[in-house]
């Protein structure tokens, strides 16, 4: 009987540590997900692809991140090829890289190729504005002030 408490104990323990499912119509499914990130179509990658604005450009269009495009100005945070600063050059949807100019290496036979790096590992410092984009800036970002309010805010 001590056992069997025991064992009721460590699967009340065990289940502490995850949440409950909030939404039925999605899976929490590791297996899942990953089989939907690798064989997502392009125009999800895309949206997968965002990369976080600088704090200026945070500040000014009140928008925290955006997909990630060719003419964009970016700055490397992590990784070996950190504090770079370039163009990107190519967005690799297929390999979810982007390729940035002046990052690159020699090979062996002395080409020089680009080297991919991750959208998630690079922050946006400048961007390559269309009506497209400002469209999709205002969007995200046009309607008010979001997050903690002040004591200004609240006195008035």
Not at 30 to 47: E, G
Not at 52 to 69: E, G, Q
Not at 94 to 110: L, P, Y
């Amino acid at each position: 009987a001590a056992a069997a408490a025991a064992a009721a104990a460590a699967v009340v323990a065990a289940a502490a540590f995850h949440k409950m499912k909030q939404k039925a119509s999605v899976s929490s499914s590791r297996r899942k997900a990953r089989k939907a990130y690798f064989t997502a179509p392009s125009h999800k990658r895309r949206i997968m692809m965002s990369s976080m604005l600088s704090k200026d450009l945070r500040a000014k269009y009140s928008v925290r991140s955006v997909p990630i495009r060719r003419d964009d100005e970016v700055m490397i945070v992590r990784g070996q090829y950190h504090d770079r600063e370039g163009k990107v050059t190519q967005v690799y949807r297929k390999r979810f890289r982007i390729h940035i100019e002046r990052v690159t290496r020699d090979k062996a036979n002395g080409q020089t190729v680009p080297i991919g790096i991750h959208p998630s590992k690079v922050i946006i410092t400048k961007l390559k504005l269309d009506k497209d984009r400002k469209a999709l800036l205002e969007r995200k970002g046009g309607k008010g002030k979001k997050g903690k309010y002040t004591d200004k805010d609240v006195d008035a």
